[in-house]
């Protein structure tokens, strides 16, 4: 038995050291401890077991980390299931969901022709499904999956496109460039049956692998098939969004695996607290003082209900609410106090901990109200607020990624919307691996421009917003004042300010038109100054000129004056 015990102390301590995870741990060495129980004398069950679970190999130097597909469902489905029926677990992936996509995502080309492009993909109904209201279900099993796989089915005459998601579990395999690993060629797709793989019913295909192209993919030959005989789906592009793992893995990972496990742990001890208290339920008041077995007895005769399985009538009721209760002797009747009587679910916090820690999201999501007095709808702690601001900027990403893509697409087809616009595809070759680029230019006056804008993540203070705009198109009333001399402009930064969604559409109803103010133009503003330095100096003689008349009066002499008639007569 000591042989047994060394074995799984040894696997234990190698899963450690190769730094699997909690979950791996566990179901490695309850493996072990069923073979244990199978056969506590055969040793060749455990070591057998010890080399099934393929753990050894992520201990070793140059350690391949590619988790076999079948392991990588049975954490998926882990991870999904607990986002069904774990609170926690569900808490943290909803308050991303909601903080990234609750107030939903702009996307705004220059040229009207691209936003026409854009329009017709991401507002289509069924593409809408997908990528347009369903995006907060994209973040949503993002999550829970680590990977999405969009898969653009292509109409090559008019450069349109249809969107879909492949199921995680039928992308069997990702199959790289030998000369980097970071670059995807083809993803392997094994449908189940009933499962349509490219848009047409076709039995046949039920069941049989087919390679999706990468969506950056564009070799210069393009073979139908490869050397098994797997056909290659040319006209569909997949892009794979994969978080959770490590840059060397081909799949991602669920972004809450390391919190499962603590999770389950923290929700096992509130359910024993609970059934705790249902058992304390049921002792609700204590009777003391009876006199021997006879008052007990009596007292259980006045108590016991006399519902049986055959007599649903009751004819000894409990008393009502409030009711009295008369003894007579010593008998004393009290409550039976709980309090302090077993450990609180609070001292579990620390478990709770663990999940907000793998998480990355603050304990005070989770419904701890006391360390969370300053998480307000106006303030969030800098590390969440620039997480959620990364994750936007990875959808940002994404979205931008599609965007060039259905320019392109648009511009190659004969029909396409671009292609009839003037807009011109230039067909290179990469110097490095001979793949082909593909080169837009648009028309003169036109633009490949397109902003894609997230609201922010915090709700201001409406009032902070406005004083803040008012303050950057007046600058506090100093000389510098119309920087921003548009009023059409400053008018949509104002309904923005307010909370407007459609100030957009606002700014071209009531100004069609710019509208300049406080602007002045450099030379008029020089003409402005000379004319004023003008004025200044006319003022300037003008005040000399009457200085001199007053001087040359003062200096004239002051005329005698004339004597009295009296004193000549005299």
Known sequence: MHILRDIRDRSIG??????????????????????????????????????????????????????????????????????????LIRRAVTVQELYVWGSGVEIKAEDKNVGQVLADFFFHPKNQRIVGEAWP?????????????????????????????????QVTDIICNPDDAMEPWYYSRVAETGVDLDGVVNDKQFGSTVLYPDIDYNPKVKP?????????????????????????????????????NWATAYKGILENFATILKAYSRMAMKMSGLTGKKGIAAAKSKLNTKITSGNYGDSNPPTN????????????????????????????????????????????????????????????????????????????????????????????????????????????????????????????GGSLSVEVAFPTILDRDVTDRVRAVVQAATLGGSPAEGIIPDRKYLFKLLMEALGKRDAEALMEKFYPEPVTQGFIDPAQKAEDDHLTALGRKALGDAAIKQADVAKTNAEKPTPKPVAAASAVNK
């Open 14 to 87: 190698a899963l450690v050291g190769a730094q699997v995870g909690a979950e791996a741990l566990i179901d490695h060495a309850n493996a072990l401890e069923e073979a244990n129980i199978r056969s506590q004398e055969n040793l060749a069950d455990l070591i057998l077991a010890e080399d099934d679970a393929g753990w050894n190999e992520y201990g070793a130097s140059g350690a391949n980390w590619q988790f076999p597909r079948s392991t990588l469902r049975k954490i998926t489905a882990r991870s999904r299931l607990m986002y069904l029926v774990n609170p």
């Open 224 to 260: 139908s098939s490869n050397k098994d005989g797997a056909k290659i789906m040319w006209d569909t592009r997949v892009l794979h969004i994969r978080t959770g793992g490590l840059a060397q893995m081909k799949f991602g990972m669920p972004e809450l695996y390391s919190t499962l």
């Open 137 to 169: 279900e994209r973040e949503r099993e993002q999550r829970i999956d680590g990977n999405t796989f969009l898969v653009f089915h292509l109409n090559k005459v008019n450069g349109t496109a249809r969107v879909r998601v492949i199921p995680v579990d």
């Open 321 to 444: 609410t409030a009711g009295w209760m008369m003894l007579s002797g010593g008998v004393d009747v009290q409550a039976i106090k709980t309090a302090g009587s077993t450990t609180g679910p609070d001292e579990a916090r620390a478990l709770r901990s663990m999940v907000a820690a793998g998480s990355d999201t603050p304990e005070h999501f989770f419904g701890d109200s006391d360390i969370g007095n300053f998480a307000t709808s106006t303030t969030l702690d800098r590390p969440t607020e620039l997480k959620m601001v990364s994750r936007q900027l990875m959808w940002k990403n994404v979205i931008s990624h599609i965007c060039r893509k259905l320019i392109e697409w648009s511009t190659l087809a004969p029909m396409g919307v671009l292609r009839q616009a003037n807009f011109r595809a230039t067909i290179g070759r990469d110097i490095f691996d001979g793949t082909r680029d593909v080169i837009i230019t648009p028309p003169s």
